[in-house]
Every structure is written in C-alpha cells, then in structure tokens.
C-alpha cells in the first residue's frame, strides 16, 4: 500500500539550524505523533510539506502526488490544524466560513454545520470571543469539510486546559477509524501521543532519531533503576541517557531484554513514557 505522506531525504538549510534528510513515511488509517523539543524542526516539516517553504534538498509526496507539482490536488485533500490560526477576528463563525469555503474544490456545506453541531461551536459568536479549545475545534471542523483525506496538526493542544485536550484528542481517536484518512500530530506534548499515536517519529536538532510503531518502541525500551555503584563504563555505554543523584541513577536503555542479562535483579525496570525517551535522547547524561 503506498503511503499517505512520504518524506525522503529532505533537507532545508537555515542560517543557525539544518533540516539533516529527514526521511519517515505514513500509512492511510494512522496517527503518527512528531515530536521533539522546541527548534527541533517540526514546524518546519510541516512548513515543507505544505510548501510554504521552499527546500533544499530531497523529496515529499502526498497520496503518492509530489507536493510541489501537484500542489492545488494535494492541498485539496489537506487539512491542517495549527497552534494559531489566522482568521479574522471581527468575523463570526458563519462569516469566516463564507471566506474559507471558496478556496476549497471540495467544500461541503452539510459537513461544516454538522461538525459545528457535534462540536457544539457557536456559529453566531465572533471568532475573538471564542476560547482556545473552540478555536482548535473550529479549525478542525474547516479542515474536516472539504474531505480531507491528511490531517497535518502543528501543536494543535498547545495552551488548552485538561478536559478540552481530553475531548480533542477523542475527537482525533474517532476520525481516525476511517481507514482511508491520515492524521500527522506534531506535538511536544508527549502525553496526548501516548493516548493517541499508532506511531512515532522523533526529531532533534534536525536529524530523525528514531519513526517507529508506539508500541514497538514502549515495549522494547527500558528505564533502569539502581545504585550508581553498579555503574561501570561498559555498563553506561549502554545507556542512551543517564541521571543520576545520592541516591542512585535513573537511565535509559533501548533494549530492556539486555539489561536484565548484565544486572539481573539488581535493578528495577520499568516501561517508560514517549517523554521520558524524547527528555533521555535530548539530555543524555545528568548529575542532579
């Protein structure tokens, strides 16, 4: 089956910071979760796939389609969703749609008033009156009314309190069960992909440390604890990051299985969260 988005080689050269040929691919029916810390290059991915910046180097197709040739038919088939959306302020829900409708080959009146319905958006309130979950929300129902096939999220839960990111995320879960859609959630908040991801792709400082299924990459890695005095150097080489304290350390292994074959039951494993694997690849060894 040939991807929903396709990412080869990509490069882009800024004066201070390298895109290194990225490379990661996503299947129809899936959430990849893209995370990374903050100037990682995430939004700049996301800027290249939309084609708002032009790259240096490398390759991107959209449902097969090359992003640059074929761009009017790809982002006709593009949603995306943003931390912050430009829209006019002054104008209501139901004026803003009257702007946006247009642009879109595929626009569908009865899709939009039913997603404002299920997302219970005010369509008579001015778009600065509404909260940040309704923004996020109305964003989604735009992105949802022309048939969009990719859903391309650059920090779409940024800034919203516990129950709205609850409900966007359930949202997200629900669309996703259409198994010809995509949805890209480009995000530093690790915990909504621990709810939502089907797979992840890690970014720092422009190279792809690791794309790979969310539960392939729970399951096999580790997070040790023990005292320090068992830590030798042949033993801390195996460690993708390491903290330690007075009271012993805490790391960060790929390979859980492995570790249990050198220290046995001298340490506790436990199965570590998407943060703690970006923080451990990000911060390496520690003494706090």
Known sequence: MEPILEVNQLKKQFKDFTLNDISFSLEKGYIMGFIGPNGAGKSTTIKLILNLLKKDGGEIKVFGLDNIKNEIEVKNRIGFVFDENHY????TIAEMKRVIAPLY???DDNDFARYTGEFNLPTKKKIKDLSK???????LAVALSHHADLLLMDEPTSGLDPVARNEFLEI??????DENKGIFFSTHITSDLDKIA??????NDGNIVLSTAKDDLLDNYGLVKGGTELLNQNLRSKFIGIKENQFGFVGLIKDKQQIKQFLNHHVVVEK????DIMLFYTRGAQNV
């Open 88 to 91: 006019y302020e002054e104008l």
């Open 105 to 107: 080959k595929n626009w």
């Open 133 to 139: 979950g309704m923004k996020m929300k109305f964003s």
């Open 172 to 177: 997200l879960s629900f669309l996703i069960q």
């Open 198 to 203: 089907d797979f992840v792709t890690f970014i």
């Open 272 to 275: 570590p969260t998407l943060e």
